[in-house]
């Protein structure tokens, strides 16, 4: 009877290995092709520009060269890549402030203030998560060219001065898990909303909003489409933009210097992933929302 156990306490044992090891195969398979055109690009961006579409199944280069980076720094049109990179930079820090901020303060208005039409005014923001961008990527074109928006910045900050119904939704599930007692204890002892909002509420939501902030950023970082529709002119011109530019249909593309500068527009990105990834986790998963 004994043996029979022991037997079966082992086979279990091993069993459970088993099942770890074909885990992290499976895993590291996954990863490994998922991160593999990465490398790519990377060792790419180090061979001579005639070399990079010819030796595409080559990943290790013949001959190693950093001209790429220096052509691709120099830009085009007399502009360098430093003043696209300061557009976006910009562009993403201002829109990642306002974007957080405006957030934060809607949640918190449908998350404990009582006021009129508020179910009403929560499903139609709920509605907005719906809408496709492209349905109000006219209409929206219309407003801004009237206003004489077009070609500057203010047509992709200023939206997001007006918060984001994903983040308010995410946020709005922090804020509701945090006990309502503290906002009573708080009015007893005078405090305004205010006063609570940016004493109580905001220091308590602050890896919700750090999550909020991760997304935007990405978001904002790698928006193309927003950069292309108001952004004429290349001194404006953020990264997205001025990478399609080292490549010409018509004539001879510098994939060498457009996979330079791509490496290097990667570095912001996974800067603050590492970073701030412990955030990531944590807001995600008070909040209540699985991915």
Known sequence: MISSKRKFSVGMRTRRKLDTV??????GGIAIFMIYPLVWMLLSSFKPTDK????????????WTIQNYITGWKGFGGITFATFFKN?????????????????????????????????LFFCMIITMMLPGQVIMIPQYIIFNKLGWV??????????WFAKAFFIFMIMQF????????????????????????????????????????????????DYM???LYLNTPKNYTVSIALKNFTDPMSSSDFGAMFAMCVLSLL???????L???YIVEGVAASGIKG
């Open 22 to 27: 074909i885990f992290h195969v499976v895993v």
């Open 52 to 63: 990079v579409m010819t030796t595409v199944t080559q990943l290790i280069p013949d001959v």
């Open 88 to 120: 976006s930079l910009i562009i993403t820090i201002l829109s990642t402030i306002g974007a957080v901020l405006s957030s934060t303060m809607v949640a918190y208005g449908f998350a404990r203030i009582n006021f009129r039409f508020k179910r009403a």
């Open 151 to 160: 070609n500057t910045m203010l047509p992709i900050v200023v939206p997001s």
């Open 175 to 222: 804020i509701e898990g945090i006990p309502k007692d503290l906002d009573e204890a708080a009015l007893m002892d005078g405090c305004s909303n205010y006063t609570i909002f940016a004493s109580i509420i905001v220091p308590l939501v602050r890896p919700a909003m750090v999550t909020c902030a991760i997304f935007e950023f990405y978001w904002k970082w790698d």
């Open 226 to 228: 927003s950069s292309l």
């Open 268 to 274: 912001p990105v996974i800067i603050i992933f590492l």
């Open 276 to 278: 701030l990834q412990k």
